[in-house]
């Protein structure tokens, strides 16, 4: 089982920025992708970006390029998201998940972290 935790939501204004990260342990080994998702109230889920294993391959959504960045430490099993121009629509719960390597789905998913941007 793999178990997944984020931290550092929070409110901000719009043009602010902040740093999500997400906590893996477990059976990390079985996860080949991590990915970033959010959802707002009444709408549905939306990708953010995705990171593979090596962290080689990078993909964002279209709503957040050129001012999100997904990262990975693999020596702490930490998967981080910067955020930088943050929009009041960016105004969210931001999940982390992982690709089970066997399944190819998103089997893990974190409690997810809120995320307030104010104009």
């Known amino acids: 089982q793999v178990h997944l935790v984020e931290s550092g939501g929070g409110s901000v204004q719009a043009g602010g920025s902040l740093r999500l990260s997400c906590g893996a342990s477990?059976?990390?080994?079985?996860?080949?992708?991590m990915g970033w998702y959010r959802q707002d109230p009444g709408k549905e889920r939306e990708f953010v970006a995705l990171i593979s294993r090596s962290g080689g391959i990078t993909n964002y959504g279209d709503a957040v390029k050129g001012r999100f960045t997904i990262s990975r430490d693999n020596t702490e099993n930490t998967v981080l998201l910067q955020m930088n121009n943050l929009k009041p629509e960016d105004t969210a719960v931001y999940s982390c998940?992982?690709?089970?390597?066997?399944?190819?789905?998103?089997?893990?998913w974190g409690q997810g972290t809120q995320v307030t941007v104010s104009s």
């Open positions: 998940a992982g690709r089970d390597t066997a399944s190819g789905k998103y089997d893990y």
């Open positions: 477990g059976r990390t080994s079985s996860i080949y992708v």
